[in-house]
């Protein structure tokens, strides 16, 4: 079937708006994850979904961050006042079983967020 | 947090075995290890994943020894196209609850 898809591909904000990143994950995947990627970095956590639950938010950066999952499906993770130092790429994955234990993720191309 | 460290960067030529290693000190004790392979412009890409010993599929095969605070991903043969950067995966429950913790990763270039 389709993989993970993301949207949009690619953002260009003004300093202070406020963004939505769009999560499709496998359909029956219960897991869901969301990743940043800054230029040349390596993979930063953020947060992951069992169902609709995230068990714990305390890796999304700032306040200005939110997620959340409706029907067990689609994602949406949302930054409000957008700084320059959120732009990177935003990565979701997601997983068939349970996200306690390291199941195979599949992760989508990613959105490239650019904050002018 | 779990800390999992890597080698920045590796050279290698077409053909030739290489070995990636990942330094994870924390990991859970119910845990996998598992590494992903990212190109440029692309979402990482699963590998392989083990628990302990020695694990071997189709691409590659993953070395864990019995204290399983490292691993190290074997990639046999490597031609051009195996030019991309590795990440290896553990999860880390310190905090109480469980998190997804990538490693620094590993930039391969393969040279022909």
């Known amino acids: 079937g389709a993989g993970v898809s993301q949207s949009p591909s690619n953002k260009v904000t003004e300093k202070g708006k406020d963004v939505e990143l769009r999560c499709d994950p496998i359909?029956?995947?219960?897991?869901l994850y969301w990743y940043r990627q800054s230029l040349g970095q390596g993979l930063e956590f953020l947060i992951y979904f069992q169902g609709n639950s995230a068990p714990d938010k305390s890796g999304l950066p700032s306040d200005r961050f939110s997620a959340e999952r409706t029907g067990g499906s689609v994602s949406t993770l949302t930054i409000q006042r957008t700084q320059q130092e959120d732009s990177a790429v935003y990565l979701c994955?997601?997983?068939?079983?349970?996200?306690?234990?390291?199941?195979?993720?599949?992760f989508g191309p990613g959105t490239r967020l650019t904050v002018l | 947090l779990a800390k999992t460290t890597q080698p920045i960067s590796m050279d290698s030529y077409e053909g030739q075995e290489v070995n990636i290693t990942c330094s994870h000190n924390n990991i859970a004790t119910n845990d996998y290890i598992t590494w992903y392979q990212q190109f440029p412009s692309q979402g990482p890409r699963f590998i392989i994943q083990?628990?302990?010993t020695k694990v071997t599929n189709e691409v590659a095969s993953l070395f864990i020894p019995a204290d399983r605070k490292s691993s190290t991903l074997s990639l046999p043969r490597v031609s051009l196209s195996d030019t991309a950067v590795y990440y290896c995966l553990v999860g880390d429950r310190a905090s109480g609850t469980y998190k997804y913790i990538f490693g620094t990763g590993t930039r391969l270039k393969v040279l022909a």
């Open positions: 083990g628990y302990k």
């Open positions: 359909s029956g995947h219960t897991a």
């Open positions: 994955a997601s997983s068939f079983l349970s996200g306690v234990s390291t199941d195979t993720q599949y």
